[in-house]
Structures are given as structure tokens and as C-alpha cells.
Nanobody, 124 residues
């Protein structure tokens, strides 16, 4: 099991930036691919970005491509989500997830460890 704790959420105006962090503990972090998902009220949890265990492979949802960037620092057991040019439709609870897979995945079932989430609110 890997324990995950997200931080960095908050309230920001449209066009602003935030950087989310997800600190991992428990198992060897570098054995896990990582993902970021988000869930808005009344909507299903959706994929945002993923990164392979090595950090060399990344994937971003079309809705955030060019604005968000996922990265990881295996020495710090942390994965990041840099969010730029934020829009009101980015408002959601953001979750990080870890899975014992070499490459990231856009499906929730690929991940078996989840954080508690951090709220991101973008005002217009």
C-alpha cells in the first residue's frame, strides 16, 4: 500500500496558476505509475494526467493539454500537477492515485491507491 496526501489546492481567478503536490509514503514510490483525476459536483471522476514510474512517459487529457503538466520527483516521493491558464470549468476536487503499473493509465481501475483529494476552485 502507498499512502498519498495531496496539497496545493485553493481558490484562484480564471487565468491563474496553481501547483498541486502529492506526497507518497509506504512502498517504493518509483515502482508506481501515478495519475491525477478530478471530480466536479454531480459528475463522474475524470482523468487529468498520468506519468510512468520512470517519469519519461506522460499523458494529459485533451481538456488540459497545453495548460497542465504532470511531473514527478522520485527522490522526494512526490508527484506534481502544474496548472496554468485555469478556467472555471477546472473547478473540482483533484485526486492523485498510484498504481503498480509501469506506464500511466487514464482509467481509474488501474490505480489501487488514492489520496483524499484537494479542492481547486476557479472563479470567473
Amino acid at each position: 500500500q502507498v499512502q498519498l496526501v495531496e496539497s496545493g489546492g485553493g481558490l484562484v481567478q480564471a487565468g491563474g496558476s496553481l501547483r498541486l503536490s502529492c506526497a507518497a509514503s509506504g512502498r517504493t514510490f518509483s515502482n508506481y505509475a501515478m495519475g491525477w483525476f478530478r471530480q466536479a459536483p454531480g459528475k463522474e471522476r475524470e482523468f487529468v494526467a498520468s506519468i510512468s514510474w520512470s517519469g519519461r512517459g506522460t499523458e494529459h487529457a485533451d481538456s488540459v493539454k497545453g495548460r497542465f503538466t504532470i511531473s514527478r520527483d522520485n527522490a522526494k516521493n512526490t508527484v506534481y500537477l502544474q496548472m496554468n491558464s485555469l478556467k472555471p470549468e477546472d473547478t473540482a476536487v483533484y485526486y492523485c492515485a498510484a498504481g503498480r503499473i509501469p506506464y500511466g493509465s487514464s482509467t481509474t481501475r488501474a490505480y489501487d491507491n488514492w489520496g483524499q483529494g484537494t479542492q481547486v476552485t476557479v472563479s470567473s
